[in-house]
């Protein structure tokens, strides 16, 4: 009778604490999420980071006459050939995803008849879609001031801007 109380009592303590210790709750959720926040930025504050995004979005440039933005960052070239990237690129998309920077390349290339490519940004793990690649700055400038007019798609980017490889 003692042997059957006692393993009584050890499966009832040990449901009890495997009930108690397994369970997630918000408190876990919020520093696991800090916690990835904190990886995500690789000791830069976030105040610092913000900064840094809006001076990246403020590169504007001269060119023709006309302001626009000019972006340099280091890229890579994805699924197409390294032969297609030129320096100069005019940004349409960009994606968290490639199936879907593919599905919009794609469309550019069928649809509208454009030399789209894809480059990958490793930083912000964006995939950016380039409608069409120069290697001149001013002719960049002048496709990207004629593209609405050359363009039935609707571009998806907020406003059109050119990306220049690194």
Known sequence: MKSRSFFTL?????AALLLTACHSNEANYKAAYDKARE???NGIEQETYNRMVAEAQ?????????SLRLVPMWTNVTLDS??????????VASFKQIFNAQTYRDRLRSEEG????????G???KYYVIVKGFDDLGVAAAFLKSLPTTMKMAALEPKVWILERL
């Open 39 to 41: 990886k995500q930025f």
């Open 82 to 91: 390294v032969a297609v990237a030129k320096r100069y690129g005019v940004v």
């Open 10 to 14: 050890l499966w009832l303590t040990t």
């Open 58 to 66: 403020r590169n504007n440039v001269e060119v023709n006459g006309d």
């Open 123 to 125: 930083r912000e793990k």
């Open 114 to 121: 454009f030399p789209a490519y894809i480059l990958f940004e």
